[in-house]
């Protein structure tokens, strides 16, 4: 085959017809960087570059050139690398290519465990190779190097519609023997035509050996030297596997606070926010990166100030973290004297002394409650207060937002109002990602045990369970599905709610508590991506007043299918088990966001006689890896841009919002030119049909005043937000999480 030829097989697809995207012109661009001798594999690269540097926002076509050229290039790679030749089929006899990976230990052997060489003949017959071709340049790279399987050398063997039927046969193995190849395809079918994602940990673990399958934990720390090193155990143990963290240490007592009578002797919160920091970099996953950590402290707490200081470059560095991710959780009170009486003064006071004086903790409480009580506490002489008027600590926030993008917020009153399990626990605070609102609780440690076991002396410790949160996570991918046919809405909705299910089930659990947590509850995270991209399929602007009727309806009709899922598969499965008593039990769950049509009413019915099989639903995770992935926006965010240079470890590569045309061009506004109140309203819009939360980004230019920036704050409070993850401005680069991408 000549260069020219080439060049058209690269253009297969492409619309053609306005006479840009030739071969000729290909050819003509690299006729500039070709030399003697080169070889096919490197006329290939250099073809892949030309097209990539051919690619801008009017001409974003060639982006495909490239995309299509590199699915070759992978194909002979693993051609190579498996030692197969040049006519055999690459997806031709699943079963031995399992077997042969089973053998290498890189796949586990559950799968030929659980599936018959008939069962794998048949789904074979399901793997539908166009679909490599699905793919953005973008997200078949980023596949290619981090999700599909390689040697211990490094080398790929996996393709990626290989990759997702493995994917597909491990959250299929819990169900019963006569559905498996059914629930199989059909969760291949949902993942290959990338409709849906899994979240990272699943992608890149699902099949595998050891297969640590959550994307994130939550755990919450005791005021005590043994709950705190038990935390960072924890911590570490999960991090290890690839899991990011959210740390809830509110109930640590602050500076100076008394420590078993003797006053002035505890170190406050930062000399352990410090050991989390270090225990981050010390425990990297895999050496492929640190790990990651949230750490969530209330606003009323004593050493707010100092937290709020974490992260800046100015002040003492002994009292920096600059590894972990500062969060606040502010009461509605905080907010609410931020827009009325911003000179009032704030009390900060230490959680440790609340609980000597009035024999309660005040985080245990939230509303009205917890502002009861939090006066209660003002006014007692025995608890020592640090006093700051409020918009002083609202100027520390900001400032340090505006350098970092951190602290992230967390509103705790609305996130305890609308659980759905409010009669089994507190939500004290959010994940890494902000977007998982569930119940929490301390591990609580008993004593040591000494024991004697054929002559061994062996010390028990004791744990009584808390609740450790765990996110099971997934997303529907908006901008891939066509969100007004609500068959294949609903379709795709159960089938991500099986699948996150079945993940429950199937997990690698690297501490004891989290499965014990995850078992009670069988929470999972239904999330969205492609939000951006969804608008523009239905050629919707972001700032049209049709958004915020479209949002809901989506929204809407996204739980309502999601329940319904939970509620079969606890008709086939079972409940979950403290659905007694829950919002979702006596209907307060359906109150409280005025579900009250026909269909709801029905609905509501049911769900009180047939249970649901998962205690939270979903949650919007921010999706940076498995967006790209699936070629769309990220989260509920709008694009950054239309187009843009991506630098990926030295090299440039050009990337344009999804599937942009001349037709829906004013369409993609930029995040950075729109107005950031009609993000907090569409958000708080969406929310009333999420029972967690959104990983939810604000984006700032300089132009942003601190009171503007404030009242975004006291905005998102007003509409029932739960959560703020960065805030992102122009001047600053924050990173993406990756165990929570979904």
Known sequence: MNLLDICESALIGIDKCKGIYTGERLLDALNHIVRPNMSDEEIRDSLIQVSLELT?????????????????????????????????????????????????????????????????????KEIKPERDFLFTYSGINLLAKRYLIQDYDRSRLELPQQMFMGIAMHLAVPEKKENKVIWAKRFYNVLSSLKATMATPT????????????????????????????????????????????????????????????????????????????????????????????????????????????????????????????????PDLFWKLAENDIDANWYMMCPHEIRLAKGYSLEDFYGEEWEKKYYECVEDENISKRVMPVKDIVRLIIKSAAETGTPFAFYRDTANKMNPNKHEGMIYSSNLCTEIMQNMSYMEIEKSEITDENGDTIIVEKTKAGDFVVCNLSSVVLGNVDVKNDEELGYVVETQIRAMDNVIDLNYYSVPFAEVTNKKYRAIGLGTSGYHHMLVNNLVHWTADEHKDFADDVYERINYHAIKASMNIAKEKGRYSCFEGSDWQNGDYFNLRGYNSEKWNNLREEVAVNGLRNGYLIAVAPNGSTATIAGTSEGVDPVMARFWLEEKKGSIVPKTAPNLSEENYWYYNSAYNIDQKWCVQINGIRQRHIDQGQSFNLYITTDYTMRQIMNLYIEACKVGVKSIYYVRSKSLTVGDCESCSA
């Open 56 to 124: 801008t926002d009017m001409e974003p076509e060639w982006q495909k050139a490239s995309e299509r050229l590199y699915v070759y290039k992978l194909y002979d790679e693993v051609r190579k690398n498996r030692n197969l030749k040049t006519d055999d089929n690459l997806y031709g006899n699943l079963y031995d290519f399992i077997k042969e990976l089973t053998n290498k230990g890189l796949y586990g052997k559950y799968i030929l465990e659980n599936y018959t060489k008939e069962e794998i003949m048949e789904l074979e």
């Open 203 to 330: 992608m890149s673990n699902a099949r595998k050996p050891f297969y640590q399958l959550s994307s994130c934990f939550i755990d919450t720390v005791d005021d005590s030297l043994k709950g705190i090193y038990k935390s960072l155990d924890n911590f570490a143990e999960v991090s290890k596997f690839g899991g990011g963290m959210g740390i809830y240490i509110g109930k640590v007592r602050a500076l100076e606070s008394p420590i078993r009578g003797f006053k002035g002797a505890s170190g406050g919160v930062i000399p352990w926010i410090k050991l989390f920091n270090d225990t981050a970099i010390a425990v990297d996953q895999l050496g492929v990166r640190n790990g990651s950590v949230a750490i969530w402290l209330d606003a009323w707490h004593k050493d707010i100030p100092e937290f709020l200081q974490l992260r800046t470059n100015n002040g003492d560095d002994r009292k920096k973290a600059h590894d972990v991710f500062p969060g606040i959780c502010y």
